[in-house]
């Protein structure tokens, strides 16, 4: 480790001179620069100003107007031709490329070897970048070995990404793609759907996968339900139901059950053994040779059970990392439960903010992994307050919505404001727009925009918080807001709340100060639309300047709830409800399924 500071102050691996001998080039050969620009992007220069003039080289092309002239004075009208060095630095880059043309008979060769030479060393700059990264990583005292490997993981991946690619083919590689894809169109429309349906992971039971189509990749999908409604149970059935129709690999966080408890409902549920037989070790001959069946064929079957108790969301992120790299036919993930899920981030935040932090990383985490995760959790007491007992998405923990009649301006391809009308009454329909226009992230300095959003409306009881005149909101009672350092539900607020605004105050850089603000009045004003809007990677929004969160609804893709109309206590066999609350892929709806008490099967029931 001696030898690391020693190096440190070494000048960064670049080549200025390929630089400038680049440049040159199509200053003087500005027909050539198409072929530049899909192989050069501007970070892979090293000095700033060969940055600034591969910069406006670009956006002159994007004119058709790239010759020397127009490229002066534009610099010239905006004051950067200064600063680049002046007309001096343009003839003598120009000056630099003709000394090495001359001595090249092949121009073209030539360039592409220049390119290889700035390709390199910017790779190689890269790797010294996040190596160092990395390197601080490891110096960051109590910081888990767990976040250490999912941080230097991200910079790898960064890296990877950023590295340029080969993109050169032989003809003998061009020529056979060439004729499968002409064979392919022969059988296009025979095999694209039977393609695509063996793509699709499906969970086995008829009406849920006409509603979702399949377990999307990528997804969060929450499985809710009060204590023993068999959440954990429909789980490993649609676990078991995959394993039989493919060889795809399931991944079990168990953080309530061991993985003994797990291994005895999957056996109970292929062979159609009582459980409790099961665990008690009673079993007669032909049950006995049935479990020995089962057994063989759950053994071929890719499997994987953790039952390690008390673990971080920094644990399954870097073990999720992990098996999927060692094993790729891993395309489940299941988590029983979420409340169980420890954040280990700074004691300064409620279990709540904590439950938000963990779907957002779960998110993530299936986006990043191109797979479905199932995540079983428990809902709130409300539901035992009501007469209807039929859960709802407001009972969904950290669940909230926003009143339909507040402004946020999404920008259509007309440039006009959404209008969220014509709902239709108790029902959830969807809204997708082109960019979300004051969407920001908190304690960054550029507002971000996002493409191909959705919005959920549905009909919700609202309040008003108001701080001013100007800002005040409308949203449902459990949806959070920040409040100095913390997020508190909107239930809990009191008059004189303190309340966290964000002003914009420069509007060259964007950026954002927070300020401290009082509430005035808190009412409640009606049961009316309101919507569900999600913001991707980041766990809170501003909506008429004040600062709210993202919550769990939001987080996830599919939310599906376990109800029983009647608690028929002592049959064998129940008719549970299944309610589809939230479909980010489509339609939502509701279907019954028989459930096995003494096996835990699941099975579709005879309408279907």
Same mark, same amino acid.
């Given at each position: ?10 000048? %960064? &691996? $670049? ?6 001998? %680049? ?14 620009? *899909? ?11 060969? +940055?600034?003039? =591969? ?18 004075? /534009? %610099? ?11 007309? /001096? ?32 060393? =910017? ?17 960051? &005292?109590?910081? *888990? ?81 009060? &204590? ?11 676990? =078991?139901?995959?394993?039989?129709? +493919? ?6 966080? !168990? ?5 003994? $408890? ?5 056996? !109970? ?32 079957? $890719? ?8 673990? !971080? ?25 979420? $409340? ?17 932090? #963990?779907?957002?990383?779960?998110? %993530? ?39 339909? *009649?507040? @402004? ?26 082109? @960019? ?66 964000? #002003? ?18 808190? @009412? ?48 064998? +066999? ?12 489509? @339609? ?8 096995? /008490? ?11």
């Amino acid at each position: 480790m001696k030898n690391f500071y020693k190096y440190t102050n070494l000048l %960064l &691996p $670049q080549n200025y001179l390929a630089e400038e001998i %680049l440049l040159g080039i199509i200053f003087i050969h500005p027909h050539i620069f198409y072929r530049i620009t *899909s192989v050069i992007k501007t970070e892979y220069f090293y000095l700033e100003s060969h +940055k600034i003039i =591969y910069t406006y080289l670009l956006i002159i092309n994007q004119k058709n107007q790239l010759n020397i002239t127009e490229f002066l004075y /534009t %610099l010239a009208d905006i004051n950067i031709l200064y600063y680049i060095g002046g007309i /001096t630095k343009i003839l003598d880059l120009m000056k630099q490329s003709q000394i090495f043309i001359i001595a090249s008979l092949n121009i073209n060769i030539y360039i592409k070897e220049i390119i290889k030479l700035i390709q390199y060393n =910017y790779t190689k700059r890269l790797m010294i970048q996040y190596g160092y990264n990395i390197i601080k990583l490891a110096y960051i &005292p109590k910081l *888990s070995h767990h976040k250490i490997y999912n941080k230097a993981s991200y910079y790898l991946n960064i890296a990877e990404n950023k590295i340029p690619q080969n993109k050169i083919k032989t003809f003998q590689e061009l020529i056979s793609q060439f004729l499968l894809n002409i064979k392919s169109i022969d059988n296009k429309y025979q095999t694209n759907f039977q393609y695509q349906n063996n793509q699709l992971l499906k969970s086995g039971f008829l009406e849920l996968d006409k509603l979702i189509l399949g377990l999307p990749k990528g997804d969060l999908i929450i499985i809710a339900g009060r &204590p023993s409604m068999g959440k954990t149970s429909l789980a490993i059935n649609i676990a =078991y139901n995959i394993l039989q129709s +493919k060889q795809d690999g399931i991944y079990i966080f !168990s953080l309530e059950m061991s993985n003994k $408890q797990i291994l005895n409902k999957f056996i !109970s549920i292929a062979s159609n053994i009582p459980l409790k037989y099961i665990i008690i070790n009673s079993l007669n001959l032909r049950q006995w040779n049935n479990l020995i069946k089962t057994c063989y064929n759950l053994i071929n079957k $890719q499997i994987y059970l953790d039952d390690s108790p008390n673990i !971080s969301i920094d644990y399954i992120e870097y073990t999720s990392k992990l098996i999927k790299k060692n094993n790729n036919n891993i395309n489940l993930i299941i988590i029983d439960y979420l $409340q169980l899920i420890q954040a280990n981030i700074s004691n300064k935040i409620n279990r709540t903010q904590e439950l938000s932090y #963990i779907t957002r990383k779960l998110k %993530l985490l299936a986006q990043y992994l191109h797979l479905p995760i199932i995540v079983l959790s428990q809902l709130n007491r409300n539901i035992e307050t009501r007469t209807n007992k039929q859960p709802i998405l407001s009972d969904l923990k950290e669940s909230g919505c926003i009143e339909f *009649s507040i @402004k946020i301006n999404l920008i259509t391809n007309i440039n006009n404001k959404i209008k969220l009308n014509n709902l239709i009454y108790n029902s959830i329909v969807t809204k997708k727009i082109k @960019k979300i226009y004051n969407i920001a992230c908190l304690y960054e300095y550029n507002f971000k925009t996002f493409k191909s959003q959705k919005i959920y409306l549905s009909t919700k009881y609202n309040f008003l918080c108001k701080i001013d005149k100007r800002n005040q909101i409308l949203i449902t009672h459990n949806h959070k807001y920040i409040s100095n350092h913390t997020w508190k539900q909107n239930y809990l607020l009191l008059d004189n709340s303190c309340l966290n605004k964000n #002003i914009l105050i420069n509007t060259s850089y964007r950026y954002n100060l927070i300020y401290r603000y009082y509430t005035q009045i808190i @009412k409640f004003t009606n049961y009316n639309k309101s919507f569900d809007l999600n913001t991707q990677n980041y766990f809170h929004f501003i909506c008429n300047n004040i600062i709210l969160h993202n919550s769990i609804e939001q987080d996830s893709d599919i939310i599906m709830m376990i109800y029983e109309k009647d608690n028929n206590y002592y049959n064998k +066999k129940k008719v549970l409800d299944i309610t589809l609350c939230k479909n980010r892929n489509g @339609k939502i709806g509701s279907f019954k399924l028989v459930f096995s /008490t003494e096996t835990t099967l699941f099975e579709n029931t005879n309408d279907n």
